[in-house]
């Protein structure tokens, strides 16, 4: 058994205790929390299930990494990219493996700034610990999935992955609100839509896409649509968003080789079925991931997953956490280092017929 640390209890964090204590060979260590409130409250609480765990939640991060083989490491890198960088070095250089969808720049080790790369593999080399990023978008939807779908064509002309959501379903009124835009004024611009970001978050999974189908990227190139909202709405998660303001962008990272987009990362975020009708559409107009083949033959798959009552957004961070808790026993086998999906295989989960949850 696999002693594994969950590092947050958010939306990733949630689903992470809930993967850790039913994924056999792993056991759960412990759980670090920020929240004052969450200190000595049982995990399985903090996870939403109806029954406890047995490990209380703690605040103290040496307490927490002690004879820990493996973290999850669960808490956001979006608006706090040093502090969760610095986080995942002290894990590593303690030993421990790490798994996390925090540190988009290792997505692909491969292109991650050298200064960043450094810091990681100095860890490796002083503690022996290992490092593997993923999730689902980026993440699987991006790599794993459309590089399948690339071995069953005879010719392939362009990739193509969607994901299509609305937003009102997603728990974080911070990054919706801020970070992504909805319902600020149009002349606003979100920061993940400011030029050069998009290509900072899935540039690399557009290189591991292009390594591994044994190209080179010319260019990297982004567009970007936005989209009022027609009339106030009523959000049950996030309160009301007034007609005018933002309500739905879509955006494009375009791979292009020989000056020609081929693999392409496009994104449908809307608050409202009401937005922007013309945009792709998810097929019950909630959310899906989709991944389009152009060539021969044309190839079209749509992904939809729930968690937690049915919720479309939790059930994409439950996928994002089945990758990376699936892949800790296969790291665990492996010389320490810094891995990327390529070198990570998707394992059946053998015993998960239990439920060890319970």
Known sequence: MIPTLVWGTGNIGRAAIRAVAARPGLALHAVLVHDPAKVGRDAGELAGLEHTLGVAATSDVEAALRDAKAVVYAASGDVRPEEALADVVRAIRSGAIVVTPALYAFYDPHSAPPDQRERVLAAVAEGGGSLFASGVDPGWANDVLPLMMTSLGTRIE?????????????????????????????????????????????????????????????????????????????????????????????????????????????????????????????????????????????????????????????????????????????????????????????????????????
């Open 158 to 358: 362009a990739v193509r992955c969607q994901e299509i959501f609305d937003y009102s379903t997603y728990d974080q009124e911070d990054s919706v609100r801020y970070l992504v835009g909805m319902g600020q004024p149009m002349d606003y611009e979100p920061p993940m839509t400011a030029p050069g970001v998009p290509t900072m978050v899935w540039g690399g999974q557009l290189r591991l896409m292009a390594r591994a189908l044994g190209a080179q990227l010319s260019g990297i190139s982004e567009h970007v649509e936005r989209a009022p909202l027609p009339e106030d709405v009523e959000t049950a998660t996030m309160g009301k968003f007034a007609a005018n303001t933002q309500g739905g962008v879509r955006f494009e990272v375009r791979g292009e080789i020989g000056g020609v987009p081929r693999i392409v990362i496009e994104h449908v975020t809307r608050i409202h079925a009401s937005v922007a009708p013309q945009w792709p559409q998810a097929p019950d107009g909630v959310g899906a991931h989709r991944v389009l083949i152009e060539g021969r033959p044309r190839i079209e798959v749509t992904l939809e997953a729930a968690d937690e009552g049915g919720n479309r957004s939790a059930g994409g961070n439950a996928t994002a956490v089945g990758r990376l808790v699936g892949a800790i026993e296969w790291l665990a086998s492996h010389e320490p280092g810094v891995y990327d999906a390529l070198d990570v295989p998707i394992t059946p989960p053998a015993g998960i017929w239990e439920d060890r949850t319970q």
